[in-house]
Structure formats: C-alpha cells, structure tokens
C-alpha cells in the first residue's frame, strides 16, 4: 500500500471515527456516572468488536480474490457506491435527539468487565458494520501486493482512531451533550459526514486499485 493511498484511508477513517455512531452514544451515555477506567473498558470492548467485524470482512474479500480478481474489483465498485448511498442516507435524515446521553436510569455499580462486553456487543451487533468495512477495504488495496500487511494497516488505523474518538467523546461529554441535545445540530453533523461520503465515494470508485 502506497503511503498516498494510506493518507487518504487515514483521512476517511477519522471520519467515520468521529463521527456520533451507537458506539459515542454509548460511551457518552456512560460517561457522566462512570469513572475514567470504566470509560477505557468501554472503548476497548468496541474496538475489540470492530477487530472481529474487520476480520470477518477481510476474510471473505480475501476469499473473493482467490476466486476472481475480477469479482474482487465488480465488489470494489459497489462499495463505492454503498458509501455513496451512505451519504445520501445521511443527507436526508431527519433531526434526532440524542437521547441517549440523558439516560438516567443507568447502573451506577456495573463492573468494567460488564461495560466491555456491552461495548463489545453493541460493535457486533450491528451486521450493516461488516457490510460496510466489505465496501472500504477493497478501496484502499493494491491487489497486486500482500493483502495481511494491507489488512492489518487499515483494522489498526481504524482502530486506533475508534479509540481516540470514543475517549475523546467521552472526556468532553458534559459540553458535548447541551451542544448535541438539539436535533439541528445533530443534523448538521449528519450532512457534513454525509456529503464527505458521497464525494469519497465517487473518488473511489475512479481510482484504480492496481
């Protein structure tokens, strides 16, 4: 993987990263009752879960490959397109509230080996994340090269940045959440990421993986 591709990979996984997803609901849900170790528990138990989901995905995309290269680039265009659709899902979604950061009803004593695999399983849960990472990598990989050393570098990015963001989030949730109770400025953030989505998409799927 050349060091241009990997910038721009870096690039889009800080994105996705920062963006307010059900795992930064969770931890900020978290983050005003729990104490600083618990919310690092939290952070692992998802990045853990987003190292099992990336290894699904590459698993099978290095299977596909095996196959046909062929197939391998037609999957390369659709998750090109997937990501375009993302951006548009984005775009056009209504105000929400971000409920989650006034829940009041949370387990003050829960332990941090809970709170991991809550974490854990929140990652997981969500099969449309597999799908999704199916679409990425392909983006990104030279198929003429090693695809382990490849793979590794995108999962780590990712994960470091999920990381990153989760404990970011949750140190600053006390301003974070007055400045996300409204639903417009929720919104706001929805279209930015959005309309990135679309235009790394479309650049995506004119590039050229070789």
């Known amino acids: 993987m050349e060091m241009q591709t990997w910038l721009i990979y870096l690039l889009f996984a800080i994105i996705i990263t920062s963006s307010p997803g059900p795992a930064i609901l969770f931890i900020m849900s978290n983050a005003s009752i729990h104490g600083f170790n618990k919310l690092v528990f939290i952070a692992l138990g998802n990045i853990v879960g987003l190292l099992c989901l990336g290894i699904i995905a590459v698993s099978g995309l290095g299977a596909i490959l095996q196959v046909s290269e ?89 994960m470091f940045f999920s990381f990153f963001f989760l404990m970011t989030y949750a140190l600053m949730v006390h301003k974070a959440k007055y400045w996300l109770s409204k639903p417009s400025r929720i919104s706001l953030v929805n279209k930015i990421s959005g309309s990135i989505f679309i235009g790394f998409g479309a650049l995506l799927a004119t590039s050229s993986n070789k």
């Open 70 to 158: 062929y197939v391998f680039t037609i999957i390369k265009y659709i998750g090109a397109m997937y990501l375009i659709y993302l951006g548009i899902k984005l775009i056009l979604q209504k105000n929400q509230k971000f409920n989650a950061l006034n829940n009041k009803n949370q387990d003050t004593n829960i332990t941090s080996t809970k709170l991991f695999f809550q974490a854990f399983a929140v990652a997981v849960s969500n099969p449309k994340a597999i799908v999704f990472l199916t679409a990425l990598f392909p983006q990104f990989v030279n198929i003429q090269e090693s695809l382990i050393p490849q793979f590794s570098a995108l999962i780590a990015t990712l």
